[in-house]
């Protein structure tokens, strides 16, 4: 699937010119386009010829030996450890022409972007975010073969643990919130996960009222009445579920019923809306006025893309302007949600699989009672 991934690019490096692709990650900037495109988890350059050769240099050389896919490997040590060295040695070593195009991260900061035209002006040096990253995120927001096998995998290790959260609660078999985020990454990492895609979040009823509660957990007591939140994703190959499930516990205020009940409707809306040909704003627009008409509404869009990233692109938002079409083999994390400073918060996530004639649910989370 690699091969497939860099022929497409290398097809839209020819039509626009572009002699030499670059692609950076490290702890300043981080690109999960590198393990796309490779196989690399991180912290490399990785360079794509338009002639479909591909060359990696990674910080870490035993690590490229063993994951990456490039046709050639050289270590970083070997540019003195500079991105500069790195990118105009590589364009030479490529024969990149005279005043050749040489497309580059858009997230590179102006002054490494002088340090560059200055070490290498013989090329034109390109850094848009048009071009190339415009490019990775429509390849890489529909997902190929080998992608939703890792999915449908990662969706059943994340059911699991949903399972066995909601057992948990059932039995008093987690006292606090640390209990169940630490119980949440043991039992990915013992079905062979990654680790979590994001910070998970446990949130008791005394701090579910916010979106993401901060801290993301504590040692708060998880036997208290109302709504407690879990949110997590299990990362399985560098793609990670995203998943919410609201717990409710013992004696509930009436508002706090509403608010599940709302939250489920909504829900039941948003799937009504999730078909091929649909656009974000459509489905988003479809949740948003259902709690309009009920006088509530919700701080945050309805969801998003996920991948190798928590949070991908197209975002499920009614926004002028960011209207995009679902696709078979996007996957989309659906998450309505509403929360108050009083009653604590209710939401509800899933991850989804636009197929041809709607969808497949990739997951089984949802609103618990205990």
Known sequence: MAKYRLNALKSWMEREGIELLVIEDCEERRNAALRYLCGHPSDALFFLHVSGASLLVPWDLPMAELMATADALVAYSSFERSPIKAIAGVARRFGVSQEGRVELPSSIPLPLYRELQQEAPEFEFLCRTDGAEQQLNELRAVKDATELEIYRRGAAITDEIIAALVKGFKEKLFETELDAALFIEAELRKA???????????????????????????????????????????????????????????????????????????????????????????????????????????????????????????????????????????????????????????????????????????????????
Do not use: C, W
């Not at 009823?205 to 879990?230: C, Y």
């Open 192 to 370: 062979g996960g990654e680790g979590t895609g994001f910070e998970t979040i446990v949130a008791n009823p005394e701090r579910s009222f916010g979106i993401h509660a901060f801290p993301s957990f504590s040692s708060g007591r998880l036997d208290l009445d109302g709504p407690t939140i879990i949110d997590f994703g299990v990362k399985l190959e560098g793609y990670t579920t995203d998943v919410t499930l609201t717990l409710l516990q013992g004696e509930l205020k009436p508002e706090q019923e509403r608010m599940a009940e709302l939250v489920e409707e909504a829900y039941s809306q948003a799937e009504a809306a999730l078909t091929p040909g649909a656009t974000n704003a459509t489905v988003a627009l479809a949740v948003d006025e259902f709690f309009r008409s009920k006088g509530v509404s919700m701080p945050h869009s309805l969801g998003h893309a996920i991948g190798l990233e928590a949070h991908e692109k197209p975002t499920l938002k009614n926004r002028e302007g960011e209207s995009v079409k679902l696709e078979p083999g996007m996957i989309l994390a659906v998450e309505p949600g509403l929360y108050h400073p009083d009653f604590g918060g209710v939401r509800k996530e899933n991850d989804y699989l636009i197929t041809d004639t709607g969808f497949e649910k990739l997951t089984d989370s949802g609103i618990f009672r205990i």
